[in-house]
């Protein structure tokens, strides 16, 4: 039964679609006919000539074949980047300035340094004859206002202590060894002239006046005052150091006292002044106290360190 309800049904579609063709066809035969080309309108169109071809580049041998370059991606766009706040910095404070170095002080004193087998104590010096025998030793010399020596007091040896004489001689009578320190300071007289003979000549001072032994223009170094200019005391000469030609270059100064204890230090010659002062010579320094307290001390037989105010110096430490 359904087979033949389907037969029914393909019949009435063959039976509709025919007259639906018949109708197309009846279009197609009937309607207009289309015009020929010789019943159109002539054109005016210029012919077109063909391009002529280009020659193809013959590939180099050598070249490499370039790769086919990628494809771009496609450029997105970014939104504009966001404004970042950054604080002003602030400002850093002046770093603290750096300490003044401290600045040394000037020294106090200047110093000269002496060797010690360069020069010799005067005092206690033996003294000989040319022939080397020894007649007495030195206690003393005496100076002009130029700081000169002139003269030198010898003690001459008696027997056994009996008979000691102290007697000046000119400072131009003694020959002194400049190859030893430690040797006998010589006076010059004759094989058998006595030692009072030469110190009974005439003497001259720094005026070429006969001088005595009271002479106001010589002073007596050992046992000396040294002074300042102002009259207080600074200490007492205890000895001369001189060099192996017999010039003076330090006098030995004890600048102690009864409350202190006792030192000596090396016044430079030069430090030395000599100055009239009451019919008679007066040794006078510049250093001051504090200038004697930083001197070096005296020791003998060692190397001397000779003392002068500092150059300049009396404006900050005056004389006292």
Known sequence: MSDGSSRQRLTGRVFLALPLAVLAGCSTWFGP??????ELPELNVMPVEPAPAEPAPEPEASAPVAASAPREAPEHKRPPPKPVYRPAPKPQPAPPPQPAKPVAPPPLVATRTLAANDIHGLLDARVQRPDG??????IDMFIDTAGKPREMLVNLAGFMGIGDRKMRFPWSDFRFDPTHRNAPITLSIGPNEAPAAAAAKPKENATGKSAGANDAHLLSVIDATAERGNGSRVGRVVDVLIDVHGEPQAAVVDVGSLIHERRSIAADWSALKFVPKDDALSLQTD????????????????PVRAVAPAPGDSATHPTR
């Open 33 to 38: 006919r289309p015009p020929t080309p010789a």
């Open 133 to 138: 025998k020894v007649i007495g030793r030195a």
């Open 287 to 302: 250093l001051s106290d504090i200038q004697v307290n930083a001197a070096p001390p005296y020791t003998p037989n060692q």
